[in-house]
């Protein structure tokens, strides 16, 4: 039931990582912390009574939420918590790790070293290709490549590493089931067949743009190392760049000749980024780091 509890808990908007944390640590489980009052709740975990009256009914959908966890993982797609020895390790010690990660696919979460290859999604034909390479480059020598799977840069990514038969994850910004149905030309599909897709949302839950702004911070986690292949100056794949550098992890970017194509990646180089110039570099510059 505690995993249900857990479950339930994080699909309550506005609770977030640090208030579900605190919960845990004044209630001891999720369970006790459903069990409480609204006067202990607010009390003991500073919760706002608006965030309480949504927490309240939820003790009574337990049962339901369990056998819903139960149908889903018939499905392939598993409930991950903070207390599972299978949960990402290298995401788990991260600020805001999610609460729950739902994961599906034939990669588990702790299947070698990881690095992120991340861009825009409207870039330059070089860029895609210089993905592409790299990403393969990566997967060949056992490295796991994450990715955002949106088009251009990330969607190259998957399909670099998927071309050599390597392992890649998808990082979803809605739920996995919802990824399935729609997706770039089918891409989800292929990474769930050939790697593997996760998600803090709910399986179902819908495409937001305020998911793909939080997913960010999900690639950079799961990653040992981070490479900006072609970016503008700002958007998501500068933001994923910026949440692995709070997090103590090397960023490296594609040093481009034309600073005007790729204006985030000279920012990021100019705040201490490292450059990569060659696809073939990949491998051997991230294996190389103290990370990887």
């Given amino acids: ?90 995401l788990l010690p991260i600020s805001s790790a999610p609460p729950v990660l739902w994961w599906s696919g034939e990669v588990g979460p702790n299947d070698g070293p990881a690095v992120a290859v991340v861009g825009s999604r409207e870039v330059s034909d070089e860029a895609l290709i210089w993905a592409r390479e790299a990403a393969a480059r990566l997967a060949e020598g056992g490295v796991v490549v994450v990715s955002g799977l949106a088009a251009g840069v990330d969607a190259a990514a998957h399909e670099g590493a998927l071309s050599v038969g390597g392992p890649t994850v998808g990082v979803c910004g809605c739920g996995i089931l919802t990824a399935l149905t729609r997706g770039t030309g089918g891409l989800a599909g292929q990474v769930a067949e050939g790697g593997a897709l996760c998600s803090e949302l709910s399986p179902a839950a819908p495409l937001l743009p305020q998911a793909l702004h939080a997913r960010d911070r999900i690639t950079a986690g799961l990653a040992s190392a981070v490479i900006i292949v072609e970016a503008r100056a700002e958007g998501g794949a500068v933001h994923t760049a910026k949440c692995a550098l709070r997090e103590g992890r090397p960023v490296f970017a594609v040093a481009s000749q034309d600073r005007r194509r790729a204006p985030g990646n000279a920012q990021l180089l100019a705040e201490g980024a490292r450059p990569l110039i060659t696809p073939q570099d990949a491998l051997a510059v991230v294996r190389g780091s103290s990370h990887v």
């Fill in 1 to 90: 039931m505690e995993r249900a509890a857990r479950v339930a808990l994080s699909g309550v908007s506005g609770l977030g990582p640090a208030r579900f944390r605190r919960l845990l640590e004044e209630f001891g489980s999720a369970v006790a912390a459903l069990e409480a009052g609204p006067a202990e709740m607010q009390a003991r975990a500073g919760l706002a009574t608006s965030l309480i009256e949504e927490l309240v009914g939820l003790p009574v959908r337990l049962e339901e939420v369990e056998a819903e966890i139960a149908a889903l993982d018939e499905q392939g797609v598993r409930a991950l918590t903070w207390e599972d020895a299978d949960y990402p390790q290298l």
